[in-house]
């Protein structure tokens, strides 16, 4: 029973960059004192010093290990801490810690990635991690929608990856304005354009959650196999190792075990999607 | 091979092991057992009846200790002696059990749990008594301890029988010559008849109190999942958390850091799973908002989780939350309800 290290210990962490992205979103760029290597899906534990700590899911390319970026939402106490920081401040990082996706089983298979709002963050990584890959899915499609333009994620982005050969992409949001030209609609809607074998193939699921409660009943009525379906749970992650008890999700702790899932491990348990 | 220690050879034994140990006994106040620091004055030793007040992992996840400064790769470690606990109870033994799993299992031990429990010296004794609320044998335990001790104690006439159960205990023993004779055929049957009268005392508790053997309880929160057991027994609770700082084996913890920008640390306190904020996250979405959801899982981590994730129940039948409780939930009751058809 010894132990080595200690796995509430932060590193420390310079700011290099904050840019917003939305009224509500922005992204930080940061620099660890030491490589943080992390694998899409997972996540890492960003501390404020005096004011806390909350959990993100980086949106950077995993294989730049040098730096790492979040894009984060202000939605409470923490965040808005987060939201003041500038370039050149000193922060605390722990992880990474959970689930990342299993991008060897995807190889060989068509892949359909399904985003709402803030969930576009996370699924930044996955589809850098994808790009990566490119050539060894039969095809590759995103799926995504917000609620107005303005809140879209990465937009000038978005509009880059809508030009690549490997990547089938699509967009929509719930209400247009002038600056909007594409689909208007929540995202389910958008999942009846996606030319793929289901049975076969891959679905990855992630946003708010009642958009990944939706989106899920939708791919699997669209015939996607429950143990394909990969989501990414939103609890209360705190400790981040499977031992304060906050995120338990059925017999798993989404920090540990999570936050990504497949739906067929965590769809008899009551409650997933409150 | 069994040893006898005469009450006063207990203390000398004790007082040498406070050359290394920092010493807790436990001490009657106001008729209950609380552990108190070992004495020097001479004082006699006593092993107490039953369970004290306090749970013992008290000793092991402190309820508010500093687990990060700076950023220090080094854990911030106390300085101080490593522990001898003395009249620990077959219950709390248990408890070892599930915060052995939450905090020094396979994967990130926590660096302050494995130090206390790698440096601590248990010396269990039997319980010589049975509280009203003692349920221990429906989770096959008995009021008597079965391993997981460095020495045990078993009060009978004139001093204790002593069991060594490690290493560490032997030594203690060797290292006060005289200090422990073999024990006498009559004192081990002493021994065993105290245990057999103590156990059938709770034993008449479960069946006065109608408590089901944990077998009965396998499944169970899953069938009662939206029954009305929840909501009725949540009337009364007032979201004070006794219920979880009390019990040996409840683990759950908050992080926290001092408002203090210049210096970070960070502290990590015991939480309660039945106050309002537990499982809500950023933005205020809160999976369990309702106080019946929140006392529902509370019962799901000890009759669901824990036997599906360690193969334990965790919950140790010492009746302390029984005792703490002033909405007055009795979790026998609520184990009896759940081992009911639906």
């Not at chain 2, 601590?120 to 319980?127: A, G, K, N, R, Y």
């Not at chain 2, 490690?166 to 006060?176: N, R, T």
């Not at chain 2, 981590?301 to 939350?321: D, I, L, M, N």
């Amino acid at each position: 029973m010894c132990s080595n290290g200690n796995p509430y210990r932060l590193i420390r962490t310079q700011v290099l960059e904050v840019t917003t992205e939305t009224p509500t979103i922005k992204t930080f760029r940061l620099k660890p004192d030491e490589e943080i290597r992390f694998q899409a899906g997972q996540f890492i534990d960003l501390t404020v010093p005096g004011a806390g700590e909350a959990p993100f899911t980086p949106s950077s390319r995993a294989s730049d290990t040098a730096e790492i970026a979040v894009s984060v939402m202000r939605v409470g106490k923490v965040t808005a801490q987060i939201h003041a920081l500038k370039a050149g401040d000193i922060v605390g990082l722990r992880g990474p810690y959970g689930s990342a996706y299993p991008l060897d089983e995807f190889a060989g298979r068509e892949v359909l990635v399904v985003g709402g709002g803030c969930g576009f963050a996370p699924l930044r990584s996955l589809m850098y991690s994808l790009f990566d890959m490119s050539g060894q899915f039969k095809r590759l499609f995103f799926r995504g929608g917000c609620r107005k333009p303005g809140e879209l994620l990465y937009r000038d982005e978005m509009k880059s990856w809508g030009e690549r050969d490997d990547l089938d992409l699509l967009l929509t949001v719930d209400e247009g304005d002038e600056t909007w030209d594409g689909r208007v609609g929540l995202v389910t809607a958008i999942l009846d354009d996606v030319p793929m074998n289901f049975t076969k193939g891959v679905a990855i699921v992630c946003g708010p959650p009642i958009m990944m409660k939706f989106a899920t009943q939708k791919v699997l009525a669209m015939g996607f196999r429950p143990e394909n379906i990969f989501l990414s749970m939103e609890k209360n992650m705190s400790c981040g190792i499977g031992k304060c008890g906050h995120c338990r999700l059925g017999v798993y702790y989404c920090c540990k075990d999570g936050p990504v899932f497949r739906y067929s491990q965590i769809r008899d348990f009551p409650g997933i999607w409150e | 091979m069994c040893r006898f220690i005469t009450k006063h050879g207990l203390g000398a034994l004790l007082r040498a092991a406070a050359g290394k140990y920092d010493v807790f006994v436990p001490a009657q106040r106001e008729g209950r057992g609380v552990y108190t620091r070992l004495s020097s004055n001479g004082a006699a030793v006593e092993t107490g009846p039953v369970r004290t007040v306090d749970p013992l992992k008290a000793f092991f996840v402190k309820p508010r200790e500093c687990v990060a400064e700076g950023f220090s790769p080094v854990p911030p470690l106390t300085e101080n002696r490593p522990l001898c606990v003395v009249g620990v109870k077959a219950c709390d033994l248990k408890g070892f059990r599930i915060q052995d799993f939450v905090f020094a299992g396979e994967e990130f031990r926590d660096p302050f749990y494995c130090r206390a429990r790698n440096e601590s010296l248990i010396i269990s004794s039997d319980c010589t008594s049975a509280l009203d609320t003692c349920f221990c044998e429906a989770f096959d335990e008995r009021p008597y301890p079965r391993g997981d001790f460095d020495l045990n104690l078993s009060p009978v006439d004139g001093g204790y029988v002593v069991e060594m159960g490690s290493e560490k205990g032997a030594a203690l023993i060797a290292s006060c010559p005289g200090a422990a004779a073999e024990a006498a055929q009559g004192q081990t049957e002493a021994r065993d008849r105290q245990r057999d009268e103590v156990s059938a005392k709770v034993r008449r508790n479960l069946k006065e109190f109608q408590v089901p053997s944990q077998q009965a309880l396998e499944e169970s929160v899953e069938r009662h999942y939206e029954s009305t057991v929840w909501k009725e027994e949540a009337e009364t609770c007032v979201e004070c958390g006794a219920c979880n700082t009390i019990c040996p084996t409840c683990h759950c913890f908050l992080l926290y850091d001092q408002k203090d920008a210049a210096r970070m640390v960070r502290f990590r306190a015991w939480d309660s799973c039945l106050m309002k904020g537990f499982a809500r996250v950023a933005g205020g979405a809160n999976p369990r908002r309702e106080l019946s959801q929140r006392l529902r899982n509370r019962f799901e981590k000890k009759f669901s989780f824990f036997p599906k994730v360690a193969g334990e129940y965790a919950c140790t039948g010492c009746g302390r939350c029984i005792s703490a409780c002033p909405g007055k939930i009795d979790i026998r009751r609520v184990m009896k309800r759940l081992s009911e058809h639906v």
